[in-house]
């Protein structure tokens, strides 16, 4: 499995022909394949409000636009437009949290072909990646000219380095969208609907779990697609409220039968005697989510998905949960399939995604980015609130909340040189 790129088309192919043209794509590499997903419309919006120069902007709105996950202290996306790496968008602290985005040389090489700007040019020859230059730089980044090439400069501590650079013509292309990707990729979303709806016939779950995050919703349509009526939502009482709505309404819309479970003792009567939970002290999942789940019996699809490769796809997995057996019809989907299909059928999903949410849970999950949770701050300021009381009176300071240092109980090195920043 591979997500390729047809270079005459401008879209990602999923399967080994573009269906558009019956070309072979050319393999784009990623961090993490599984992950790839399109730009969400905060996201764009963040990444627009990085680029000063209209034209620029104006290329970037409404294109297709995929982000890859890199590993970082907080929120870090590889941007891809047209096939290839532009550049990276991250969350930093420097005076205060916010993003920065930094471009590739070739994504200064787009910019520059889109807009004709430089910031200064440089005279210097050879190897120019990486070499310092004695010159102060306003902002994050700026464009520079050596001779044919085009390449990006980052301030540094002394000065400024080429952060990268760019020697060959960029050719700006025709502006696709999802719509076309999905047209050159029909045949292959048809083909892994095919081998789920397969798994799902074949496992004859009675149940499926839904969250209202886009993997559950998608298991839940396929389910429904192969006659399941019946989907379970834990509620875990820290939802957001966006969830719960759309939880009811898209088991309305597919005319399913929904039954809500909620914790015996709710979370806020139990967090004092368990703890506040951390990345490595989730008791949360357990008690307020399976707990609950134990009782059923029979079979539930779950919307896990773990890429593992085209050749096992169909094969099915499946694990217990107390008297349940729970399957997975679509173990094997990459993010960007999960998309493409909710777009493909034109179905609603949860609005939080559109937010700036990359994963729907609770609204104040020890697993979410810190982006996430002053993304929170901005979109629900009652809830952030609600929970940055109860970490004031457990102890944390203003400053600890902010850098959301509670989401560990050993805090790794990294974010202990953060805390003391
Ligand atoms: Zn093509």
Not at 289 to 308: C, M, P, Q, S, V
Not at 330 to 353: A, C, D, Q, R
């Amino acid at each position: 499995m591979q997500i390729g790129y047809c270079p005459k088309c401008n879209v990602p192919v999923l399967g080994k022909r573009c269906e558009l043209c019956g070309r072979e794509p050319i393999p784009l590499r990623f961090h993490d394949l599984g992950d790839i997903r399109p730009i969400s419309r905060k996201e764009r919006n963040i990444l627009l409000a990085q680029i000063s120069l209209k034209e620029a902007r104006n290329y970037l709105k409404n294109r297709l636009i995929l982000l890859s996950k890199q590993p970082g202290l907080d929120y870090r996306r590889d941007i891809f437009v047209d096939g290839y790496k532009i550049g990276t968008l991250e969350y930093v602290k420097d005076e205060s949290w916010r993003y920065r985005f930094v471009p590739t040389g070739k994504g200064a090489a787009l910019i520059h072909a889109l807009t004709s700007h430089i910031d200064f040019e440089i005279r210097e020859k050879g190897h120019l990646k990486g070499k310092k230059i004695r010159k102060k730089i306003e902002g994050d980044w700026n464009i520079v000219r050596a001779g044919n090439c085009i390449g990006v400069a980052i301030p540094t501590e002394t000065g400024a380095k080429i952060k990268d650079i760019y020697c060959r013509k960029v050719n700006t292309k025709r502006k696709t969208g999802i719509k076309d990707a999905i047209k050159a990729n029909l045949g292959h979303m048809a083909y892994i609907e095919k081998k789920s709806i397969e798994i799902i016939k074949r496992e004859k779950p009675e149940y499926v779990a839904f969250s209202g995050g886009k993997d559950s919703e998608v298991t839940l349509y396929l389910a429904h697609k192969a006659g399941v009526k019946k989907a379970i939502f834990a509620n875990t009482g820290l939802e957001f409220p966006e969830t719960e709505r759309f939880v009811y309404n898209f088991a309305d819309y597919l005319g399913i039968e929904l039954i809500e479970l909620q914790p015996k003792k709710d979370f806020w009567s139990v967090v004092d005697s368990f703890g506040i939970p951390t990345k490595d002290h989730r008791w949360c999942t357990k008690y307020l989510k399976l707990e609950n789940l134990k009782k059923f019996k029979g079979t539930i699809a779950d919307g896990t998905r773990k890429y593992e490769s085209v050749a096992r796809m169909g094969r099915g997995r499946s694990s217990t949960l107390g008297n349940l057996r729970v399957v997975y019809p679509i173990f094997n989907w990459l993010s960007l399939e999960v998309w493409l299909y909710i777009h493909m059928k034109g179905l609603p999903y949860n609005p939080l995604y559109d937010m700036g949410y990359e994963r729907i849970g609770c609204y104040m999950c020890p697993a979410m980015l810190n982006a996430e949770f002053h993304n929170v701050k901005r979109t629900h300021p009652s809830l952030y609130k609600k929970w940055k009381n109860y970490l004031l009176k457990k102890g944390f300071s203003e400053e600890e909340i902010e850098d959301g240092l509670w989401r560990w109980k050993e805090l790794p090195a990294k974010m202990k040189e953060l805390g003391k920043s």
